[in-house]
């Protein structure tokens, strides 16, 4: 499915719109795999403009998001980072998993997710306005069980937030038959298993199946695999090592398949 392709779950394209056009930065919430980069890539075209994505990850500094000063040929050269490169251009800087970032390495969008909308670069001695085509997009799983990885409330306030989840048992069906181009009654039955493993993942504690690794396993089952076997590779494999957990999800799965295909 490409980004022009995209299948919303509600209102959040029209407020994704009204943000951009107000200027103001948004963070987008929900599970793992629920669509968030793909819908920012889908707004990026929509609305015209370039998407500079950014994974955070627990080593990410603000050097690595606004730029550092290298020794290029014997001088010292400022090196923008890619939020300085997106606030200059104008794009959409979309930060994923931003949860993952340490906070001293968030106080520099501080003052472009207020009312200054600018970007203090304080060892190039620079400030560097953000245009109007600018805008700030973070995301995160509120539902991060590691009581370590949370975002200060003062932080969560500066953004408008959208929830986002996945879609509906019908639409998401779609995306599946769309991607893969595996039968519906197949698409269907994969997403019937994706919900009841999801509804598990309290018990077993595992981040709950994406939509993308549903298309995954229909593109096996389009190439000659039976569906018990493309749901273990693409869905149960990847949520626990562990065999006992393992098993409790294949029991689980296999009931949520409502096979049909032949006896496993």
Known sequence: MTSDSYFAGGGEVELFERAFQQRLPVMLTGPTGCGKTRFVE??????????????????ITSSDLVGRLLVTGG?????????????????????????EARHD????????????????????????????SFMLVCSYNPAYRSSLKVL?????Q????????YLPPDREAEVVVTESGVDSAVATRLVHCANTIRGADEIFHFEPPSTRVLVAAARLIVAGARE??????????????????????????????????EPV
């Open 42 to 59: 889908h707004m990026g075209s929509l609305l015209g403009r370039p998407v500079v994505t950014v994974s955070c990850h627990d080593d």
């Open 75 to 99: 001088d010292v050269v400022w090196n923008d980072g890619p939020l300085t490169r997106a606030v200059k251009d104008g794009a959409i800087c979309y930060l994923d998993e931003v949860i």
């Open 105 to 132: 390495s968030l106080a520099v969008l501080h003052s472009l997710a207020d009312h200054r909308r600018a970007l203090f670069l304080d060892r190039a001695g620079e400030v560097v306005e953000a245009p109007e």
């Open 152 to 156: 200060k409330p003062s932080f969560r």
């Open 158 to 165: 500066r953004f408008v937030t959208i929830t986002m989840d």
């Open 228 to 261: 018990i076997d493309a749901v273990q590779a693409c869905v149960l494999a990847p949520l626990s090592t562990d065999a006992a957990i393992g098993d409790g999800l294949r029991q689980i799965a296999t009931a949520g398949l409502l096979a049909d295909e």
